[in-house]
């Protein structure tokens, strides 16, 4: 071998050696820190930036709640940056697997840590936060793990553990990137616990280190919706004229300045923001905008009217529940149209997320308004029957014609309302077809539009209520339409008439038969009125205990049962109502004391009042259970020989001295064996059908059900 080219090689070899990853000489270390740094490092940071451009870039926003100071992180969108978050771990990964000398090592493991972060994986980005924490030699690199890791613990909601992680921090000397990045996490951390005074103050601390931007920018929104939230509107207005300052999006831009003219009240150019070309994806946001000033006025008709501008213009298929939900609100809380709230709670209920905080509330009161609405419906359509059929036969007649054609006019007004929206729908879609075209993720054909189809669902709920798919369904509809006495509809019902002698269409077609289907409804007969009544008091009673335990409304609760007993004397739900009056008039010992001298002077024997004595006693000591198995004994033996008098005698006394007695529910059955014997089948048959609702987890209550059945084939 030429001996100079073996100089070359064993000088090759020697530098080699020299740059072990395990050798802490300066030409090693040297060698591994710009290897580390402009190689593995370098593209992983590449990556890094990548990933926060596409996940802050696809991130969509809801500026009417309140929005997050830090993007929440979430394991669906993390789904599109999978690629780069892969070549972060592993790009970084290999300073730790060929660089071990290197002084970029610490920050190597940081990214890991965030890219496992940024995946949702809460688990392993602890775990590596937690080794560089213990493990680094770099402070700028620990504050940036401890960071991380206050992060991950937020992010699960481990707030407490993740304040723990920030009073680590509180006494470092942070520099300005990890000092920005620890304000913005507590911030974060104390506005998803709902203290918004610690975090607008902690927002005030991090705003110098920020640049302007478009993240800055949403920071002073998230702010000065907390300082909105705290009635602090000067600050607030503060904050939303700084964010158009800092080079926000058009839309961050243009919800600040409207919050900012409702904050001060100045509402005077709303009208012009409608007219404005540039706002017609934001015109559902100006008709909230107005409805707010309305409410504020105190005048909830124009407030929902707006509102309901703004469900109609709606773009945005995330605000679109809320819309729905304000809506809901209103008519429940402010006008107490329940029928027209629970119509509200069903279209909130379909699109708001299952995460969402309100989720639980909305489905809640969908159900609770569900039930209201079926009672109330039957009370209404039973009430307006029996009103038609005290009617004469002439003025019947003709009530009947102008509801069909009210309805049929109504009808066809709807359908035009309906024909003008697909015909807007179609020039549109004409009109964007070029766009569809150059961006395949733009949707304007109804059927692959999911606000479009909401808006259409959510506007035919409105006119036509709940309807099942079947024939003729328009002819089937709202009984409660038959509310014809009402002032009110009647004039709106001459306006619809006159509208439908303006239409080309007989106005005899089909009305004869549409009579008759009527008509068919109407309780004639006695038999018929009498199960109509009945239809209705078990309606009313329900609504009273709809009203009670499930809207949780005392007051309309005591209304409902007074009135169902005033309607309803001697009803088989009465003892049951005087029970429920008695503990509604908890705070009123007054009304309390008139309903249980009621309950125990009509219906002494009744489960009821023995559950009201229960309520009110002491459970009974271990020598009153003797004597009461002792009373029951005996009152078994006399029945067994027939001696029923004395059986039943026996038993009463029971039922009055032992209340609260553990064998309670075998006086009471034993009760109806003797009704078995003195009485009918019909008195016998009632009995075990209240021992079985009255006592559902007594051991007797198969024996019971096993006679009830026998009973019932006599």
Same mark, same amino acid.
């Given at each position: 071998?030429? @001996?100079?080219?073996?100089?070359?090689?064993?000088?090759?070899?020697?530098?080699?050696?020299?740059?072990?990853?395990?050798?802490?000489?300066?030409?090693?270390?040297?060698?591994?820190?710009?290897?580390?740094?402009?190689?593995?490092?370098?593209?992983?940071?590449? @990556?890094?930036?990548?990933?926060?451009?596409?996940?802050? &870039?696809?991130?969509?926003?809801?500026?009417?709640?309140?929005?997050?100071?830090?993007?929440?992180?979430?394991?669906?969108?993390?789904?599109?940056?999978?690629?780069?978050?892969?070549?972060?771990?592993?790009?970084?990964?290999?300073?730790?697997?060929?660089?071990?000398?290197?002084?970029?090592?610490?920050?190597?493991?940081?990214?890991?840590?965030?890219?496992?972060? %940024?995946?949702?994986?809460?688990?392993?980005?602890?775990?590596?936060? @937690?080794?560089?924490?213990?493990?680094?030699?770099?402070?700028?690199?620990?504050?940036?793990?401890?960071?991380?890791?206050?992060?991950?613990?937020?992010?699960?909601?481990?707030?407490?553990?993740?304040?723990?992680?920030?009073?680590?921090?509180?006494?470092?000397?942070?520099?300005?990137?990890? !000092?920005?990045? +620890?304000?913005?996490?507590?911030?974060?951390?104390?506005?998803?616990?709902?203290?918004?005074?610690?975090?607008?103050?902690?927002?005030?601390?991090?705003?110098?280190?920020?640049?302007?931007?478009?993240?800055?920018?949403?920071?002073?929104?998230?702010?000065?919706?907390?300082?909105?939230?705290? &009635?602090?509107?000067?600050?607030?207005?503060?904050?939303?004229?700084?964010?158009?300052?800092?080079?926000?999006?058009?839309?961050?831009?243009?919800?600040?300045?409207? /919050?900012?003219?409702?904050?001060?009240?100045?509402?005077?150019?709303?009208?012009?923001?409608?007219?404005? $070309?540039? /706002?017609?994806?934001?015109?559902?946001?100006?008709?909230?905008?107005?409805?707010?000033?309305?409410?504020?006025?105190?005048?909830?008709?124009?407030?929902?009217?707006?509102?309901?501008?703004?469900?109609?213009?709606?773009?945005?298929?995330?605000?679109?529940?809320?819309?729905?939900?304000?809506?809901?609100?209103?008519?429940?809380?402010?006008?107490?149209?329940?029928?027209?709230?629970?119509?509200?709670?069903?279209?909130?209920?379909?699109?708001?997320?299952?995460? &969402?905080?309100?989720?639980?509330?909305?489905?809640?009161?969908?159900?609770?308004?569900?039930?209201?609405?079926?009672?109330?419906?039957?009370?209404?359509?039973?009430?307006?029957?029996?009103?038609?059929?005290? %009617?004469?036969?002439?003025?019947?007649?003709?009530?009947?014609?102008?509801?069909?054609?009210?309805?049929?006019?109504?009808?066809?007004?709807?359908?035009?309302?309906?024909?003008?929206?697909?015909?807007?729908?179609?020039?549109?879609?004409?009109? $964007?077809?070029?766009?569809? +075209?150059?961006?395949?993720?733009?949707?304007?054909?109804?059927?692959?539009?999911?606000?479009?189809?909401?808006?259409?669902?959510?506007?035919?709920?409105?006119?036509?209520?709940?309807?099942?798919?079947?024939?003729?369904? *328009?002819?089937?509809?709202?009984?409660?339409?038959? $509310?014809?006495?009402?002032?009110?509809?009647?004039?709106?019902?001459?306006?619809?008439?006159?509208?439908?002698?303006?239409?080309?269409?007989?106005?005899?077609?089909?009305?004869?038969?549409?009579?008759?289907?009527?008509?068919?409804?109407?309780?004639?007969?006695?038999?018929?009125?009498?199960?109509?009544?009945?239809?209705?008091?078990?309606?009313?009673?329900?609504?009273?205990?709809?009203?009670?335990?499930?809207?949780?409304?005392? *007051?309309?609760?005591?209304?409902?049962?007074?009135?169902?007993?005033?309607?309803?004397?001697?009803?088989?739900?009465?003892?049951?109502?005087?029970?429920?009056?008695?503990?509604?008039?908890?705070?009123?010992?007054?009304?309390?004391?008139?309903?249980?001298? *009621?309950?125990?002077? &009509?219906?002494?024997?009744?489960?009821?009042?023995?559950?009201? /004595?229960?309520?009110?006693?002491? !459970?009974?000591?271990?020598?009153?259970?003797?004597?009461?198995?002792?009373?029951?004994?005996?009152?078994?033996?006399?029945?067994?020989?027939?001696?029923?008098?004395?059986?039943?005698?026996?038993?009463?006394?029971?039922?009055?001295?032992?209340?609260?007695?553990?064998?309670?529910?075998?006086?009471?059955?034993?009760? !109806?064996?003797?009704?078995?014997?003195?009485?009918?089948?019909?008195?016998?048959?009632?009995?075990?059908?209240?021992?079985?609702?009255?006592?559902?987890?007594?051991?007797?209550?198969?024996?019971?059900?096993?006679?009830?059945?026998?009973?019932?084939?006599?």
């Amino acid at each position: 071998m030429n @001996k100079k080219y073996f100089l070359y090689i064993t000088l090759i070899c020697g530098i080699l050696l020299g740059c072990s990853q395990y050798s802490n000489s300066p030409l090693s270390v040297g060698f591994h820190n710009v290897n580390a740094k402009y190689n593995a490092l370098f593209q992983a940071n590449i @990556k890094m930036q990548e990933a926060e451009k596409i996940l802050f &870039d696809a991130h969509k926003d809801n500026y009417s709640q309140q929005l997050p100071i830090l993007i929440p992180i979430d394991s669906n969108s993390a789904g599109a940056v999978g690629e780069q978050l892969t070549a972060i771990i592993k790009k970084a990964s290999l300073v730790a697997e060929r660089h071990q000398n290197s002084k970029w090592l610490d920050d190597a493991y940081v990214l890991i840590g965030k890219a496992r972060l %940024m995946k949702a994986d809460y688990k392993n980005a602890i775990e590596t936060f @937690k080794y560089v924490n213990t493990n680094a030699t770099s402070d700028k690199a620990r504050d940036a793990a401890l960071i991380g890791l206050m992060r991950a613990y937020t992010e699960q909601g481990e707030y407490q553990t993740g304040l723990r992680v920030a009073e680590l921090l509180r006494e470092e000397p942070l520099d300005k990137e990890n !000092t920005r990045d +620890f304000y913005l996490t507590k911030a974060y951390l104390h506005q998803l616990k709902g203290e918004y005074e610690t975090s607008v103050a902690i927002i005030e601390e991090v705003l110098p280190y920020m640049k302007k931007n478009e993240q800055k920018a949403r920071v002073l929104y998230a702010a000065g919706q907390m300082y909105e939230g705290l &009635d602090e509107k000067d600050a607030a207005s503060e904050m939303y004229l700084a964010v158009n300052k800092s080079h926000p999006s058009y839309d961050l831009g243009f919800y600040a300045k409207l /919050n900012n003219a409702l904050v001060l009240g100045q509402t005077a150019g709303f009208e012009k923001l409608l007219k404005d $070309s540039k /706002n017609k994806d934001l015109q559902d946001k100006i008709y909230e905008a107005m409805s707010m000033v309305e409410m504020r006025k105190g005048n909830s008709k124009d407030g929902v009217k707006f509102l309901q501008a703004s469900a109609r213009n709606s773009q945005n298929l995330q605000q679109l529940p809320y819309t729905f939900l304000k809506l809901a609100d209103l008519y429940y809380n402010k006008m107490g149209n329940y029928e027209m709230a629970a119509a509200y709670y069903d279209s909130t209920a379909s699109l708001l997320s299952p995460q &969402d905080p309100a989720y639980k509330r909305v489905i809640e009161k969908q159900r609770s308004l569900g039930d209201f609405v079926k009672q109330y419906t039957i009370i209404k359509t039973e009430d307006s029957l029996q009103k038609l059929a005290k %009617m004469n036969p002439a003025q019947l007649e003709k009530v009947l014609e102008k509801v069909i054609l009210d309805k049929k006019a109504k009808e066809q007004a709807d359908l035009q309302r309906a024909q003008d929206i697909v015909n807007k729908g179609i020039q549109q879609q004409a009109k $964007s077809n070029t766009d569809v +075209f150059t961006d395949p993720n733009k949707t304007s054909w109804y059927f692959t539009n999911p606000i479009a189809q909401q808006q259409g669902k959510t506007s035919f709920t409105t006119v036509w209520g709940t309807r099942a798919l079947e024939d003729n369904w *328009r002819r089937k509809s709202k009984d409660n339409a038959l $509310s014809f006495d009402n002032p009110t509809n009647n004039a709106q019902a001459t306006s619809n008439n006159n509208n439908f002698k303006n239409l080309s269409i007989p106005q005899d077609l089909g009305i004869k038969a549409d009579v008759a289907e009527l008509k068919a409804k109407i309780p004639f007969s006695a038999d018929a009125l009498t199960a109509s009544q009945k239809r209705k008091e078990e309606a009313s009673f329900e609504l009273g205990k709809v009203y009670k335990f499930k809207l949780n409304e005392p *007051r309309n609760a005591v209304i409902s049962f007074e009135h169902f007993l005033s309607d309803f004397p001697k009803s088989s739900h009465e003892p049951e109502a005087l029970y429920l009056l008695c503990l509604l008039n908890e705070d009123n010992p007054a009304g309390k004391e008139t309903y249980r001298k *009621r309950l125990m002077k &009509d219906y002494e024997d009744s489960y009821f009042a023995r559950l009201l /004595n229960r309520n009110t006693n002491e !459970t009974l000591s271990t020598g009153k259970e003797s004597e009461a198995q002792k009373l029951y004994a005996e009152a078994y033996d006399y029945y067994t020989q027939s001696n029923f008098t004395d059986a039943q005698t026996f038993i009463e006394t029971g039922l009055k001295q032992y209340p609260n007695s553990q064998i309670e529910d075998k006086f009471v059955f034993l009760k !109806t064996m003797l009704l078995a014997k003195t009485q009918s089948v019909e008195v016998y048959q009632k009995a075990l059908k209240n021992f079985i609702t009255d006592y559902p987890k007594s051991q007797l209550i198969s024996m019971a059900k096993e006679r009830l059945q026998a009973a019932e084939k006599k």
